[in-house]
């Protein structure tokens, strides 16, 4: 079965220290994989998705196939990056519909 | 441009009860979708649609049913309310192959 495990429900760091928030992915396939966060009082939003290979608000993530692991890093955490994230997995067959399984979720506490 | 938009924000029900929770989107999308979400749990579909008139179950569509009439307009029933409903749903569009665009979440109680 397709399944997504976050394994940290929080994670708290200072300012300016590095940050990763772990994701592990069961899927046989070619994954199609997203992280997306929540800030306080606003609504869920994507973050990233593996297949842009891009850095947002100085985050990145690498897809590890022979790990299962799509972690999301950032170098220096700001207190701005406070919020939920979530790690999500394109459901195998879905083409391009969006039928996406979510992880549990980590919420990022970044301290002064 | 409002993007999409969930009503009610909040909602408790009695058990037995039932409800609709609105969601509508004005941005064109073909795909919608119905989430939840339980406390410490990630999101799980409950339902989907690619397009007007057709909708399809996700992976916990038992409680619900859905209609797609429109572009706009993608309303979840909850028609016999149960506790295990108590949850956060969430209302999601999409055009294909782009990211999920989210409604702000309805928090629902039943008692």
């Known amino acids: 079965a397709q399944r997504v495990t976050q394994p940290e429900k929080l994670l708290s760091v200072f300012k300016g220290a590095p940050v990763e928030l772990k994701c592990n992915y069961s899927?046989?396939?070619?994954?199609?994989l997203f992280w997306y966060v929540q800030y306080s009082r606003q609504r869920l939003q994507l973050l990233l998705r593996?297949?842009s290979r891009e850095s947002i608000k100085g985050f990145t993530a690498d897809l590890n196939k022979g790990e299962t692991s799509f972690h999301l890093k950032k170098p220096f955490a700001q207190e701005e990056d406070s919020a939920m994230y979530y790690c999500?997995?394109?459901?195998f067959g879905s083409g391009n519909t969006g039928k996406l399984i979510f992880g549990q979720g980590t919420t990022l506490q970044v301290k002064p | 441009n409002a993007g999409v938009t969930q009503t009610p924000k909040f909602r408790i029900l009695k058990i037995g009860q039932s409800m609709t929770l609105q969601c509508t989107q004005d941005?064109?999308?073909?795909?919608m979708y119905w989430y939840r979400q339980d406390p410490g749990m990630g999101l799980k579909l409950i339902y989907y649609?690619?397009?007007?008139?057709?909708?399809d179950k996700g992976e916990v569509p038992n409680g619900y049913n859905v209609s797609r009439s429109t572009t706009e307009d993608f309303p979840l029933r909850l028609e016999l309310a149960a506790p295990s409903q108590t949850s956060v749903y969430f209302c999601?569009?999409?055009?294909?192959?782009?990211?999920?665009?989210f409604g702000n979440g309805t928090r629902l109680t039943v008692t």
């Open positions: 999601a569009s999409s055009y294909e192959g782009s990211p999920l665009h």
């Open positions: 899927y046989s396939g070619s994954p199609e």
């Open positions: 593996h297949i």
């Open positions: 999500a997995l394109n459901q």
């Open positions: 941005m064109n999308h073909n795909y």
């Open positions: 649609s690619v397009g007007a008139g057709i909708t």
